[in-house]
């Protein structure tokens, strides 16, 4: 019973978080001011499949990068949608360092640069008069992230040999 009580707690202090981040996104993603279902309920159904999902629980208890890269980049995803909202010199600065971590974390968390970099296409072709300014800078906001992490990368492929050889996968059967 005091587990449950503590689950309780616990998700309802992260729907709350999560609630504090309506308003962030376009009304495509639910809205100006969220969901029309009610942030709360979904939020905190969220985190409860989030909590009780046997992968999540097992890759937790290992000592590995998925909690930390996960984390890593729902906060770069948050700083963008915040950089290209407001447009502040603290959210772009948030999302370069955003950006840098999560790639730092792990390399795969550079592939969530392409569809921001289709969605900024999306905004640009939208409205390309009044975006031009914002999207330019969430870009090279984004590419400075990049840039930060790039010596990482190459020093990293370099002392691991490069690219993996083809031949590795064979014995996968097609």
Request: with cysteine; hydrophobic share 55%; proline share 6%.
């Amino acid at each position: 019973m005091l587990l449950a009580k503590r689950l309780g707690v616990l998700l309802g202090r992260i729907g709350a978080g999560i609630g504090r981040c309506r308003g962030l996104f376009p009304a495509g993603f639910g809205g100006p001011r969220g969901s029309a279902l009610g942030e709360r309920p979904i939020a905190g159904l969220a985190a409860l499949i989030f909590a009780v999902n046997l992968v999540t629980i097992k890759y937790s208890r290992e000592a590995r990068m998925y909690p930390l890269a996960l984390a890593l980049v729902l906060a770069q995803v948050c700083f963008f949608a915040r950089s290209l909202r407001a447009g502040t010199t603290l959210a772009h600065t948030g999302l370069v360092l955003a950006t840098a971590l999560a790639i730092a974390a792990t390399f795969t968390a550079s592939l969530v640069l392409v569809p921001e970099g289709l969605y900024l296409l999306l905004v640009l072709a939208a409205a390309p008069t009044r975006a031009w300014r914002r999207v330019v800078a969430v870009g090279s906001a984004l590419g400075a992230g990049l840039i930060l992490t790039a010596p990482s990368m190459i020093i990293a492929l370099r002392l691991r040999g490069g690219a993996p050889n083809p031949r590795t996968w064979d014995w996968i059967p097609r």
